[in-house]
């Protein structure tokens, strides 16, 4: 299979649109069979921040982080301060860009990845099996210039106040996970923060469209976020799935109604020296429902170097990444085959 095949992939919601009963070889994905075991029994944990304001509930808080992060490194938060209205609204706008003719969905195509723009696209490479999706990728929401904010969408119109307020609340969320972490590290409360200053802010929008064969393909497929963390707004449509380790069954992940999931990705497992993790996760194709999940990605700016805190190396645990840029880090992310153990090509 050349890259070529890939490269002149139909795109999911054309092929949708012609109604094809049979999915075309570039998005078979044959490697990563998901005859794997699912377990039902257990899911990620719930953390309610609603007593986060009393020391007593804080306290009961952080360790439920910090048993979180360790065990699971996803959980789900509620009372999480995102509004119902802004969380609809940003919903709302996401649908109506996806119901869009192609064509004006088009407009905003993108074969490539960009560093500050917006991204509409139908694939994340041109080499790899196809994810059955398409995504729109806000690029900057945070540090946000007049020029950056000119190139989010205008269609719906209310797309940009819609997404400005998503992205302020998000962020007021994420904040408050940071400082929690930290504290659940033994760590100042500011501690992460401060490290990661200014905290890049990203959108990414998925949608799975129904797929006529959903056991040959994925949406996502498996891999670990690149990032800090994300905030993950998800529909009852199911899909999402983790698993602990390549030993361990996947574990189906939907919510509660209103709440948010929280993950981490490699540049938490990276700063902790492997204290908190990034586990794998991937989303299964649906035979009948759409799906729409929203991802916000806290990253550390480009020019960031990233490597362990000092807190975390010391003789009896030494550093086991090299510093390198997050420019670089994303590039060796990008370059590999499996999106997932990149912090381990890292290891000094
Ligand atoms: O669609 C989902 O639920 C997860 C998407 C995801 O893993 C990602 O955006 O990195
Ligand atoms: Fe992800």
Known sequence: MGTLLYAQAVPVPTLVEQGVTKVPEAYVCFSDGFSGEVQDEERIPVIDLLDLESSHGRQRIVGEIERASREWGFFQVTSHGVSEETMEGIVRAALEFFGQPMEQRMELFSGEPKMNGT??????????????????????????????FETWPSNPPSFRSAALKYCQEIRALAFKVISLASESLGLRPDR????????????????????????????VRSHCDQGLLNILLIDDVPGLQMRKNEESPWVPISTNRRALVVNFGDQMQIATNKRYKSFEHRVLANPERARLSISSFFNPAVEATIKPLPEFVDADHPSRYRPVSFGEYVKVYMARRLRKGTPESLES
Request: one cysteine or more; aromatic letters at 10%; a negative charge.
């Open 119 to 148: 991204r509409y696209g139908t694939r994340l490479d041109e080499t790899g099996v196809q994810d059955w999706r398409d995504f729109l990728v806000v690029g900057k929401c945070h540090p946000l210039s007049e020029e950056t």
């Open 192 to 219: 992460l923060e401060r490290e990661f200053d200014p905290l890049d802010q990203l959108l990414l929008f998925n949608r799975y469209l129904p797929c006529p064969q959903p056991d040959l393909v994925l949406g």
